[in-house]
């Protein structure tokens, strides 16, 4: 499976984005990671294709939403009241949900870089 990511950018604290991740395939699931700097890579968000279920990293709740397109094969991640510290590297990837969801995958995308400025 091919991931294909896009949507980063600069925004101001408090903005928001959208990020895109189509998969050239059907996969069981698909998620969103990101690397800060000097931090180790950590599992963002995960969408289960089959039962529609979400997960989320706790520094993220309430803020991001995780969706799918069926039809497009594509999920995305909505990034609402963006702070400082969700500054990084966005990678989006695929596999079991349950695999993703322990911060764990075999298929990666490229990343795209989100800067969130004070």
């Known amino acids: 499976v091919q991931l294909q990511a896009s949507g980063g950018g600069l925004v101001q604290a408090g903005g928001s984005l959208r990020l895109s991740c189509a998969a050239s395939?059907?996969?069981?699931?698909m998620g969103w990671f990101r690397q800060g700097p000097g931090k180790e890579r950590e599992v963002v968000a995960v969408f289960s294709w089959r039962h529609g279920l979400t997960n989320y990293a706790d520094p993220v709740k309430g803020r991001f939403t995780i969706s799918g397109d069926n039809a497009k094969n594509t999920v995305y991640l909505q990034m609402s009241s963006l702070k400082p510290e969700d500054t990084a590297v966005y990678y989006c990837a695929s596999g079991s949900y349950s695999y993703l969801t322990s911060g764990r995958s075999d298929y990666w995308g490229q990343g795209t870089l989100v800067t969130v400025s004070s």
């Open positions: 395939g059907r996969t069981f699931a």
